[in-house]
């Protein structure tokens, strides 16, 4: 299934909605104040309503209507928008960490500022200013994020919390991997999990039941880890497909950015450890920014050659039967239990 569900799509607008009024009102606000400070309110709103996919409001939905919650509630509508909002933050200083100059096919935060510090020769270093404006444009998006949380019940906080600490150990080990060249399976496992996985599936499902039922979560939450962790493996795991072998045109990243930059993926490590001297050799080049198209072509073949790709190909399919398979001890109604195959499959094989 590569197209998004309905479901998916009107969560999405809800969303979106959401997000415009609460920017809108902010931009105003700030306006008033002074006109400089429109950009950073701006810059939010050209990320997070630039489209994206909205995994993480939809799994929060349906742990929040799966565990009692009115599906008109705007609270778990409140709790996607800061969801989105976090994401953005993480995107901003992502991009900040990663050198990106390009996302979703436009200008990152840091190369805008930098570019324009430029332009207006402007005192000190364009580069500094660029990634200096994008970290205090995603700390803002952090703000706003805790903002829209501020009705959550104490379990739903503690669950928050939860996913934002496992988000940012993730980072780091991501951060970590990339320096050390790391090719360890478990490792790469362990970096695609905390980095991403959790935090895009087992926690949003988390937190949107504990906002619809805040005592049953020793009920609740290992049942639905059944669940997401596998398939939040296999959403970052496809996430890394895209990211080596992705067309631009589609996933708005220039292909072979994950190559460029080394990233510790599963792919690299299954790759690695099943290549020859000579195949090692060529995936020696991977973590150089310079690489040509000519040499991240010799790469994704050695990949290929490798049997790598095939292989995470299967274990994606496993992890996903897995967690549809787990679906059916989720204590929720039939229904519910329907979207969420429905999000795995989507999660599992989308092009974006």
């Given at each position: 299934m590569h197209t998004a569900p309905q479901s998916l799509l009107d969560v999405a607008a809800r969303v979106d909605k959401r997000l415009e009024a609460l920017l809108a009102v902010e931009r105003e606000r700030w306006a008033r104040v002074d006109a400089d400070l429109v950009p950073p309110i701006d810059e939010i709103a050209r990320l997070v309503l630039a489209g994206g996919k909205r995994l993480r409001p939809a799994f929060c939905f349906w742990g929040f209507v799966g565990?009692?919650?009115?599906?008109?509630?705007?609270?778990?509508?409140?709790?996607?928008?800061?969801?989105?909002?976090?994401?953005?933050?993480?995107?901003?200083?992502?991009?900040?960490?990663?050198?990106?100059?390009?996302?979703?096919?436009?200008?990152?935060?840091?190369?805008?500022?930098?570019?324009?510090?430029?332009?207006?020769?402007?005192?000190?270093?364009?580069?500094?200013?660029?990634?200096?404006?994008?970290?205090l444009v995603g700390d803002l998006a952090y703000v706003y994020s805790d903002q829209l949380?501020?009705?959550?019940?104490?379990?739903?906080?503690?669950?928050?919390?939860?996913?934002?600490?496992?988000?940012?150990?993730?980072?780091?080990?991501?951060?970590?991997?990339?320096?050390?060249?790391?090719?360890r399976r478990e490792k790469a496992e362990r970096i695609c999990r905390y980095k991403s996985g959790k935090y895009t599936i087992e926690r949003p499902l988390h937190l949107g039941a504990l906002l619809a039922a805040p005592t049953r979560g020793d009920e609740l939450i290992p049942v639905l880890s059944t669940y997401g962790l596998p398939l939040g493996d296999a959403f970052q795991m496809r996430d890394d497909v895209l990211g080596a072998f992705g067309d631009t045109a589609i996933t708005g990243k220039p292909v072979g950015d994950d190559l460029r930059e080394g990233k510790p993926t599963?792919?690299?490590?299954?790759?690695?450890?099943?290549?020859?001297?000579?195949?090692?050799?060529?995936?020696?080049?991977?973590?150089?920014?310079?690489?040509?198209?000519?040499?991240?072509?010799?790469?994704?073949?050695?990949?290929?050659?490798?049997?790598?790709?095939?292989?995470?190909?299967?274990?994606?399919?496993?992890?996903?039967?897995?967690?549809?398979?787990?679906?059916?001890?989720?204590?929720?109604?039939?229904?519910?239990r329907d979207e969420l195959i429905t999000l795995a499959e989507y999660v599992s094989w989308r092009t974006v």
């Open positions: 565990a009692g919650g009115n599906p008109a509630d705007e609270l778990v509508i409140d709790a996607g928008a800061a969801l989105e909002l976090l994401h953005a933050f993480a995107l901003f200083h992502d991009d900040v960490m990663d050198g990106s100059l390009t996302r979703r096919g436009e200008p990152t935060t840091n190369a805008k500022f930098e570019a324009r510090h430029g332009e207006n020769k402007l005192a000190g270093e364009s580069r500094r200013f660029g990634d200096g404006v994008a970290i949380m501020r009705n959550a019940s104490p379990q739903a906080w503690t669950i928050w919390n939860e996913l934002r600490i496992e988000l940012n150990f993730g980072q780091y080990l991501d951060m970590l991997g990339s320096a050390m060249n790391e090719r599963p792919l690299m490590a299954i790759a690695t450890a099943r290549a020859n001297a000579a195949q090692l050799k060529e995936l020696q080049l991977v973590g150089n920014h310079d690489l040509s198209v000519e040499d991240i072509a010799r790469v994704q073949e050695v990949i290929r050659e490798t049997g790598a790709l095939d292989e995470l190909e299967v274990v994606i399919t496993r992890l996903t039967d897995e967690a549809i398979a787990a679906v059916r001890n989720v204590p929720f109604a039939q229904s519910v």
